[in-house]
């Protein structure tokens, strides 16, 4: 069994949905679909701290099936903090968007684009994700894949 973990600094993000319009092309519609951008940022981190990671271990593409645990620390806002530290009707957990199902879904399809670590996600066989307020400027995500000896 091997394991590969790394971190990603910044905020997190969930995978976007795709977007559609339709124009009108002569006499009738056509549906044209586009992915927002508004995760990019987020994408390029992961794919960073992917690629950082790979520059220093010795992985080979796995085949078979994997076990992934995705930690998230989702920044606070300002408002959950006073002059004293945090506020005691700030909440202690995150409850809010970005859902934690489009958040590893971004995660697992950056790794599969990178084409370094598994062949397609459908081999994760075990997926455990949490969701929580970080501590401090400290917000980002820890991943950790290991391979099953299955």
């Known amino acids: 069994m091997s394991t590969l973990s790394f971190q990603v600094t910044g905020e997190p993000k969930g995978q976007p949905r795709p977007r559609a319009f339709a124009r009108k092309m002569g006499n009738a519609h056509v549906a044209r679909f586009y992915d927002s951008d508004v995760a990019d940022a987020w994408k390029g981190a992961v794919q960073r701290a992917l690629s950082e990671m790979l520059k220093q271990?010795?992985?080979e593409l796995t085949l078979g099936p994997v076990s992934v645990s995705i930690n998230f620390g989702m920044p606070r806002p300002k408002w959950h903090n006073g002059t004293k530290g945090l506020k005691?009707?700030?909440?202690?957990?995150h409850v809010s968007k970005p859902d934690v199902d489009n958040l590893a879904k971004?995660?697992?399809?950056?790794?599969?684009?990178?084409g370094c670590v598994w062949r397609d996600d459908s081999q994760v066989v075990s997926l455990t994700v949490h969701k929580f307020w970080a501590v401090g400027a400290e917000h980002g995500c820890s991943v950790s894949i290991s391979t099953l000896g299955i």
């Open 106 to 114: 971004l995660i697992l399809d950056q790794i599969t684009r990178s």
């Open 88 to 93: 005691p009707r700030a909440p202690m957990t």
């Open 57 to 59: 271990i010795r992985w």
